[in-house]
């Protein structure tokens, strides 16, 4: 079972940069597409940013496309989301999730990916 846990969050103004981590715990997530998602209040889940299992081919929301940019670490199986010129807009719980079969490439769909983080809170004062 894959448990993932992320960190990095936290309360910054407009403009600034943020780098978030997700790290699985129990097992490696190396064969695995992994993606942040992330939910504002009253809002529905949305995707952000994937990488697929090597990191070779990555996929952005249009919302964060040139602010933001996934890597992944594989010697150290850690997965980043650099998130720069931050908006009030990017206030939100940011998760990571890794998909529910490996070697796959990222996709936007939630329901593609079965194992999750607890989240971690980003938010963007203006």
């Known amino acids: 079972q894959v448990q993932l846990v992320e960190s990095g969050g936290g309360l910054v103004q407009a403009g600034a940069s943020l780098s978030l981590s997700c790290k699985p715990s129990?097992?490696?997530?190396?064969?695995?597409?992994v993606s942040w998602f992330r939910q504002a209040p009253g809002e529905e889940r949305e995707f952000v940013a994937g990488t697929s299992y090597g990191g070779q081919h990555s996929i952005y929301a249009d919302s964060v496309k040139d602010r933001f940019t996934i890597s992944r670490d594989i010697v150290d199986n850690i997965v980043y989301l650099q998130m720069n010129s931050l908006k009030p807009e990017d206030t939100a719980v940011y998760y990571c999730?890794?998909?529910?079969?490996?070697?796959?490439?990222?996709?936007?769909?939630?329901?593609?990916?079965?194992?999750w983080g607890q989240g971690t809170h980003v938010t963007v004062s203006s």
């Open positions: 129990g097992r490696t997530f190396s064969r695995y597409a």
């Open positions: 999730a890794a998909d529910r079969n490996p070697w796959g490439l990222p996709q936007k769909d939630p329901t593609k990916y079965g194992y």
